[in-house]
Every structure is written in structure tokens, then in C-alpha cells.
């Protein structure tokens, strides 16, 4: 079946480190990609997505790109603060056989933690 | 306020109860979900709606009910709590499903049964 492996956290880095947090997806067909971030005590919101292969993904410094070739969906920032300390999710939507809905599936997330 | 609601934010019941958490959304959105967040399992999928009267089983439906009698309301019910459904509970509403629509997540409501 479909599903996200993420690297294991927690993630520690100093203020305006580069950050790669790497994901790997397993889905038949072509699924669109998704990293939802959840901040302290919130829910989780959208961080950026791409919907087809090579597609990049970019918000708030933040930056993916659908590797189709490595089914990877790795999120990348070139210099992290301190706000951006949260719970990082990858996550993938694809067709779910069982009910012809799609279906979105999340990685167990990876924690940050950025400190000055 | 537009967006999407949980109420209570926190919860303690003991083992047998039945608990309600309510969920509301403003959007009119077709869909409605809930989740589940336990460590080491991140999030997974209880139930789900696609719109008023029709709802389905996720990836751990067991010992939860839920309704939908109107667009913007998706309660959920644990009819008899057990210790195991201690976790913290996402509800969330998307326009439509699957990609590109995200999904709009509320606060979470943090549950814990003794």
C-alpha cells in the first residue's frame, strides 16, 4: 500500500543553518505531494505541495521538489530561525482502491527545534 | 470567526464514559475528517465525510462514531473511552478531496482517559 517514511527526529540546528528534512514516499499511480507544518500547541496547515513529478514546491523559504525518479519529496531551507521550530509532516494523496476517494497519507512527522 | 473549531481543547474522562468531541467549520466545505496524533504513529485517518449524511471508516474506526446532520458540524463520539484512545484529536475540512485541495486543520482537542 501507500505510505511516507520520514527521517527521524528530533532535528536540533543553530539559527540560519541550512535544514534538509528528507521524505520518501512508496504510492502507485501519481500521487501529489504535501509538507504540512504544526507550530506549538496548533493544528497542522500547509506548508507547500507539488502536484506532478518535477514539480518544486516553495513558501517561506521553504523549498521541496517531486523527485519521481527517487520518489522523494525532501524539504530544504537555506537558513533557518527560531520561529521555525515546529513538527514537520510530509504527506501524499493518492487514489485509495478501496473507495476510489483519494486518500491522504501522513509521514510520522519530524520535530525542530532551532536555537539562537 | 471563520475557520474550523474543536471544542473542548482539553478533556479528562474515565474509562467507560462516552464523550463527544465537536468539530465546526465555516467554510462549507464539502469534506470533513478526523485524526488521531499518538507518537510514533503521527496522524490516522478515524473517520471521514464528504458531505451531510454520508460518512466512512478510516484506519482506526473501532470504538468511535461519528455523525454529520448538517455541512458545517462533525461530532465525534467515543461511546464507551478506554485508556488506549488517550491521544490528541485533529479535526479537519477540505473543499474537495485528495489533490491540490489541502486539508484545514483545527487546534486539536487533547484527550485523556483514566
Known amino acids: 500500500g501507500n505510505s511516507v517514511t520520514q527521517m527521524e527526529g528530533p532535528v536540533t540546528l543553530s539559527e540560519e543553518a541550512f535544514l534538509t528534512i528528507n521524505c520518501t514516499y512508496t504510492a502507485t499511480g501519481y500521487p501529489s505531494l504535501f509538507w504540512y507544518v504544526q507550530y506549538p500547541g496548533e493544528g497542522l496547515q500547509l506548508l507547500l505541495k507539488a502536484t506532478k513529478a518535477d514539480d518544486k514546491g516553495s513558501n517561506k523559504g521553504f523549498e521541496a521538489t517531486y523527485r519521481k525518479e527517487t520518489t522523494s519529496f525532501h524539504l530544504e531551507k537555506g537558513s533557518v530561525q527560531v520561529s521555525d521550530s515546529a513538527v514537520y509532516f510530509c504527506a501524499l494523496s493518492a487514489p485509495d482502491l478501496k473507495t476510489s476517494y483519494d486518500k491522504v497519507i501522513f509521514g510520522p512527522g519530524t520535530s525542530l527545534s532551532v536555537i539562537p | 470567526d471563520a475557520g474550523i473549531t474543536q471544542s473542548p481543547r482539553y478533556k479528562i474522562t474515565e474509562t467507560g464514559r462516552q464523550v463527544t468531541l465537536m468539530c465546526h467549520q465555516t467554510?462549507?466545505?464539502?469534506?470533513m475528517f478526523w485524526y488521531r496524533q499518538d507518537l510514533g504513529h503521527g496522524l490516522r485517518l478515524i473517520y471521514y465525510s464528504a458531505a451531510a449524511d454520508i460518512t466512512d471508516k478510516g484506519e482506526v474506526p473501532d470504538g468511535y462514531v461519528v455523525s454529520r446532520s448538517k455541512t458545517e458540524n462533525f461530532p465525534l463520539t467515543l461511546e464507551s473511552a478506554t485508556r488506549s484512545q488517550t491521544s490528541v484529536y485533529f479535526c479537519?475540512?477540505?473543499?474537495?478531496?485528495?489533490?491540490?485541495?489541502?486539508?484545514?486543520f483545527g487546534p486539536g482537542t487533547r484527550l485523556t482517559v483514566l
Open positions: 479537519a475540512s477540505s473543499e474537495w478531496q485528495g489533490a491540490p485541495y489541502e486539508q484545514f
Open positions: 467554510w462549507s466545505h464539502s469534506y
